[in-house]
T-cell receptor, first 111, second 113 residues
Framework: DAKTTQPPSMDCAEGRAANLPCNHS???????VYWYRQIHSQGPQYIIH???NNETNEMASLIITEDRKSSTLILPHATLRDTAVYYCIVQTQGGSEKLVFGKGTKLTVNP | KAGVTQTPRYLIKTRGQQVTLSCSPISGHRSVSWYQQTPGQGLQFLFE???????NKGNFPGRFSGRQFSNSRSEMNVSTLELGDSALYLC????????????FGSGTQLSVL
């Protein structure tokens, strides 16, 4: 079973920030939060990951709560090309457990 | 650097047949994992290989098997195909044996008639 919970769908207006939540209340101390997205008919694409500090890269920002039980992926200025299914997973760094993807959040960016 | 390459892109088979799918990882990546994706079940882990050894296996019947070659290329085989095996099969590679970010191919869309 997936260790994360995400809303099945969300909408966002083009040009606005998209904030995608993820609940991982059973995360353990050595587990990282990873985000991927899957645009229709393509394989998932890595976006960002973090342990406990907030992270930012050219694609997105990741905000992890202090208790690490939840996180939010932020796409600062969503475009139509950001319409995709977004997956949040937890995994250990240096571990070898099989990765479990949930059903993700279908983000639709509207013009 | 070339990405993860999966062949063929589309495949149509009939029930009872078998199928072999191929995956070439990113150069230098030694870990290859396979996933099945269906609308109802989402993305489900099949198995992972590192240095020609299977390290993890998902909850799939024995009809699903795989292997990895010395050049890190991997194949997965499904025997005695069933209608429910229709899915997008995704391959992902990563550099080493420990968890880090995955790089996915575009997948093979298998239709079983």
């Amino acid at each position: 079973d997936a260790k994360t919970t995400q809303p099945p769908s969300m909408d966002c207006a083009e040009g606005r920030a998209a904030n995608l939540p993820c609940n991982h209340s059973t995360i353990s101390g050595n587990e990282y939060v990873y985000w991927y997205r899957q645009i229709h008919s393509q394989g998932p694409q890595y976006i960002i990951h973090g342990l406990k500090n907030n992270e930012t890269n050219e694609m997105a920002s990741l905000i992890i709560t202090e208790d690490r039980k939840s996180s939010t992926l932020i796409l600062p200025h969503a475009t139509l090309r950001d319409t995709a299914v977004y997956y949040c997973i937890v995994q250990t760094q240096g571990g070898s457990e099989k990765l479990v993807f949930g059903k993700g959040t279908k983000l639709t960016v509207n013009p | 650097k070339a990405g993860v390459t999966q062949t063929p892109r589309y495949l149509i088979k009939t029930r009872g047949q078998q199928v072999t799918l191929s995956c070439s990882p990113i150069s230098g990546h030694r870990s290859v994992s396979w996933y099945q994706q269906t609308p109802g079940q989402g993305l489900q882990f099949l198995f992972e290989y590192f240095s020609e050894t299977q390290r993890n296996k998902g909850n799939f019947p024995g009809r699903f098997s795989g292997r990895q070659f010395s050049n890190s290329r991997s194949e997965m085989n499904v025997s005695t195909l069933e209608l429910g095996d229709s899915a997008l099969y995704l391959c992902a590679s990563r550099q080493g044996p420990t968890n880090e970010k995955l790089f996915f191919g575009s997948g093979t869309q298998l239709s079983v008639l």
